[in-house]
Each structure stands twice: as C-alpha cells, then as structure tokens.
C-alpha cells in the first residue's frame, strides 16, 4: 500500500534512495550539499539500508568514488548541488565515458558569484555536454517517481549512462508537499537487481576502466556514446510506460497542457511550469488561446517530438532559467537548442526567449501572463522585435 | 473546502513561523488535502523578520511561488506592525491574525484597516504562561484555526503532538504546548 506523506523535495528523494538500497552513496556532506544526503546518512546510521555510504573531502572526490564504485559493479548513487556539480565537472564527464550507471540528485541552484544559494538552472546547464541523461522535475512527487525511474534507465543494457535528476532549489527541495510514498517491495521489485555485465570485481572476466586511449580508439568510444544517448529515449519511454502499470502515473518526453488547440505556448520545465498551469488557465478564461510544453528530458533532447507539439502554433516562448553567455543574443540553453529544432524540422514558428529567476528571483503568475501577452502580440504581427528578454530584473 | 487557501505568515527568526506552517500543512495532509509548506529563505538570524507560507487545497497545488494575494495573514510578533506591511495584498475578505495584547479594533486603527476580518490573542503571554518562553507558534496556531475554521482544533493538538514527540522534545514542553494552543483558540477575539 502506498502512504502519503509530508515531504519536502528532499525527503522524497532520501526515501527512494532508501527504497532502492544501493550499495554505495558517495557523497561531500556539507554546503552546497541538501538535506537528501543528511536524511539519508540517517537512514545509514539506523540501519535501514546496507550502502555503503563514503564521505568524502569534496564533490570533485564524490564523484570519484562513485566512478570507482560504478565500476567495480556497484549500484551506486549520489546527490549534489550548485558549485558541488561545477567542481564534479571533470568527473561527470570519466561518469558518462565509462558508461557507468550512477544516478545523481541535482537541486537546481545559481552558481557564484556574487554568492546565491537559490535555485536557477546555471548548474546542470554548464554539464550538458558532459553525456549525463538530464530529467527535470517539477515538485517533490515527480522527484520521487523520477529517482526510481533513473536507475532502470541508467542500467539497461542498450544505455549504460549516468542520470542526473534535476528539480528546483528551495522552491521544490525545501517546500513540504504531499508526496505518496509506494510500497518499498514494489519499489524493490520494480528497480530489481543490479547485475553488471562488465566489472572491475569480476576476476573470471578482466575487464578495464579507463586506460589510455589515444588516437587509436578515443574516437570510436565517443561515438559509442551517441548510441547509448540514441537508445536513451526509447528506453525512457519504456520504463515511464512500465512506471505508469506498476505505479499508475504517466511520465513521457515532456508534458503538454492545452497544447493541442492553443495558438501561442510557453515552454518552461520544472517548478514554475506548475505556476505556467495557473496562468494558463487564468487566460483560457479569459478566451485566450495559450498553451504550455513542460519539457523533462533534456538530454537526451527529443527535438523532432517537440517540434512536432509545437509546430501548429503562432507563436511559441520558451522561459529559461540560465543564460549561455555569449551565445547567440545570450539566449538561455532551452531556447537555443529549441529554436535550432524547429529550423530544422521546418516548423516555421515565430519564436522568443524570456530569461527570468536567476539566482532564485520569484516568478509569479501574473509575470507569466505577461509572457503570454506578448507571445499574443508576436503572433499577431509576425515579428518577434526582442528575441532576449528579461523577466522581472530591474533594468 | 472548495478551493485554494493561502496563508502568509509573519515572525521573526525563532518564535517558529516555518514550524507553524509545517504543522498546518501536515493537518491538511490527515484531512487528505493537498498543500505547500514552505518559508522564504534567506540569512537566517534570531529576531529578524521573516515570512513562511502555506498553501492548502483539495486540488493538487501547481503554483509555486510565493504568495501575494493571501487570504490569511497570521502575525507571530506585535513589534512587527510597524515594520514590516503585514496587510499587503491581502484579499479584502481575507483574515488578519495578530498576536497582540491590543482588541481587534485597536488594531484596526493601527493599520487603518477596513476591510476583511481581524482576529487578535495575547499568544505571547499565554506561551509565557504555558512555555515560560516567548514562542508563539503553537498558540497562533490554536488561534489560526479556531478563526478561520480550516481544522479542529484537536486535529493541530495532534500534529503538535507527533511533530514534537518525532523531534524527541520533552513531554512536559509537548504538554505545554498543547495547552498553549487550546488556551488561544479559547481566548482569540474577533472585531
């Protein structure tokens, strides 16, 4: 029987990892750590798990740990956060190389200076070329739910890549909400049983982590990785269709909410699509036509499927919660990789970027329905006249 | 319930506004009701000012910002009238909670208030009376529900009371503030 519960997006994250038991959580304890490795060293201490849980003197040493833990054929897990997953960089990337499935929590937040501890995406945006499979959450329930998905994706067999779990900073870590918590057999049944086919540990079949690999075969391993990236999506859809029979909520690529007949729509992942909903409805009622594409997987990017959500519109406005400094008009990662999506896909749609939250600004629905009035505007005239904007910064 | 209830509340660094919140939010939690608990964060310092939120629903709640139309603002502190705008945004029908030795209509004065409902208890003195210390949480929490209705007051009594056994405080300090919280929804006043 599932149980609801009171939890902040923390808690939720420390119970899957206490359902799913895994043999070892590495972790650097303190700031910017969250309280998911705090609860769940409880959980250590009173013996409600069997990790192996290793602290250890930075994230850069975390992840370390994890990568050999990975490849000794553990099922490995960790959290992090903000400039803990900025000094994990050259590791993410050993993670993601060596085809080791560890899944990581990311709580969202800024990236110094000046010095933030609120939530934005600079984080997990600067890492997202590093081969990680990226899914964003939008509160404390899909964190769960998502957690317990991410180890069947990063272990199936056509995959083998780390997956980062992404969901907002304080906004959704730190904001106690109504989480159902499943049966823990189901959980265990449902994440089942870790058996590596290549591990350092098993002597019968040697196997090496790592070595040199020059110009001789350094090229090949890289491509070897767009495949498991390519085999990524499939296998995310199988195990959210496999998630939604066991445990009845439906996961995909993204989310749509009324898409299908809207003439203009907001795209924006994470907590503030929950806000996005709210303003929607507020001007459906109002007899405007507006929709919202709440994108989770980021990486690997099912650009032809959004497209394909998207193409019917007038307009479209994504809302990015970074900035790619120097890119083209700086525009946010989200927008960028969208509108290079829907050039070449053909889709044809005015489209513009709203910046908004850095360092944990509040974005409120009214703000929202700002966007979506000049979203109306644009698809009206047919001309995009800012194709940055900021919202809610004093200018 | 119908619909979607949103409080503000206001206190200052320890007298336990997030706590409060967290209580609320939980006794939505037994009544099977969705919600957010959730304080604005920010350098955390003893005596300065701060807010929490609650937000309650038999809905799944999908907003998550904070609130800027509540219909319940509860003040934990009276020093904080003067200082902080306790009655932005709030809904002209909304409620107004005080701790204050002052009468609802004094307060109505002080804030030149016209509209909505205003609620004031003495919650300092009765956790000084009950607690020995100036922590007003649990009373304005027996005072937020006895004003507005949301639970019983016995289904806050029973949050407080597996809150703080689970934080393994004391029983006498448990006991204490239960009494705090009955005491206020006893003598809370409306004006």
């Known amino acids: 029987m599932s149980e609801f519960k009171a939890l902040d997006g923390t808690g939720a994250v420390a119970e899957a990892m206490r359902q799913i ?23 250590v201490a009173d013996g409600l798990v069997d990790t192996e849980f290793i602290t250890v003197e930075s994230e850069h040493s975390a992840m370390s740990a994890c990568v050999g833990a990975s490849a000794a054929g553990a099922r490995v897990m960790t959290a992090t956060s903000s400039a803990g997953l900025a000094f994990m960089w050259e590791i993410l990337y050993v993670a993601a190389s060596n085809r080791l499935p560890i899944v990581m929590t990311n709580v969202n937040r800024a990236l110094s200076a000046p010095i933030n501890i609120h939530c934005d995406h600079s984080d997990s945006m600067g890492a997202r070329d590093a081969g990680w499979i990226h ?13 317990i998905q991410a180890v ?17 900073g304080f906004i959704t870590s730190h904001a106690e909400e109504r989480v159902e918590i499943f049966d823990d057999a189901k959980v ?49 859809l199988d195990v959210a269709d496999e998630f939604a029979k066991t445990f009845g909520r439906k996961y995909g690529l993204f989310e749509t909410y009324r898409l299908d007949d809207a003439e203009v729509a907001i795209v924006v992942s994470s907590s503030t699509a929950g806000t996005a909903r709210a303003a929607v409805d507020k001007l459906r009622a109002q007899g405007a036509k507006v929709g919202l594409l709440k994108p989770r997987v980021f990486r690997p990017f099912p650009a032809q499927e959004m497209v394909a959500a998207l193409q019917h519109l007038k307009a479209v406005g994504v809302m990015d919660r970074a ?17 290079a999506a829907m050039k070449i896909y053909d889709a044809g ?17 009214s703000q929202i329905e700002g966007v979506f009035r000049s979203l109306l505007q644009i698809a009206e005239t047919g001309r995009v006249s800012e194709l940055v904007s900021y919202v809610g910064v004093r200018e | 319930m119908s619909k979607l209830v949103e409080v503000r509340w206001h206190g200052r660094g320890g007298q336990g506004a997030v706590t409060a919140g967290k209580v609320l939010a939980e006794a ?56 902080v705008n306790v009655t932005e945004g709030l809904k002209p029908d909304g409620i107004l909670l005080v701790n204050t030795s002052a009468s609802p209509a004094e307060i109505r004065e002080q804030l030149n208030l016209r509209t909505g409902r205003v609620f004031t208890v003495d919650a300092s003195r009765i956790a000084l009376e009950t607690l020995g210390r100036e922590i ?12 507005t209705g949301l639970f019983e007051v016995e289904a806050i009594v029973e949050q407080t009371r597996q809150r703080f056994t689970k934080k393994h405080m004391k029983a006498d300090i448990v006991e204490a503030n239960i009494t705090a919280i009955r005491r206020a929804a006893e003598e809370v006043k409306e004006g």
């Open chain 1, 21 to 43: 038991n895994p043999d070892v959580v590495a972790a650097y304890p303190i700031t910017p750590q969250t309280a998911i490795v705090q609860t769940f060293s409880e959980f």
């Open chain 1, 135 to 147: 899914l964003f959450c939008e509160n404390a329930q899909e964190a769960y739910d998502t957690v």
């Open chain 1, 152 to 168: 069947r994706i990063a272990e199936h067999p056509d995959v083998l890549l780390p997956v980062m779990v992404l969901f907002d």
């Open chain 1, 188 to 236: 265990k049944a449902f994440v089942g049983e870790y058996k590596p086919k290549h591990s350092l540990l098993d002597l019968d079949h040697p196997v090496t982590y790592g070595p040199l690999d020059f110009t001789d075969y350094y090229f090949e391993h890289k491509r070897q990785q767009v495949e498991a990236m390519r085999h990524a999506q499939k296998v995310i």
């Open chain 1, 323 to 339: 900035i790619s400094f120097g890119s083209m008009s700086n525009a946010g990662p989200l927008f960028l990789e969208l509108a």
């Open chain 1, 349 to 365: 749609v005015p489209m513009a970027d709203f910046v908004f939250g850095l360092g944990g600004r509040d974005i409120v629905p």
């Open chain 2, 28 to 83: 939505a939690l037994d009544a099977g009701l969705y919600f957010q608990a959730f304080p604005e964060y920010g350098p955390e310092r003893m005596g300065a000012p701060i807010q929490a939120f609650t937000r309650i629903s038999d809905h799944p709640v999908d907003l998550h910002c904070q609130i800027e139309e509540p219909d319940v603002v509860v003040v934990l502190d009276p020093t904080l009238l003067g200082t």
């Open chain 2, 136 to 147: 007003t949480n649990t009373p304005m929490l027996g005072a937020l529900v006895k004003a």
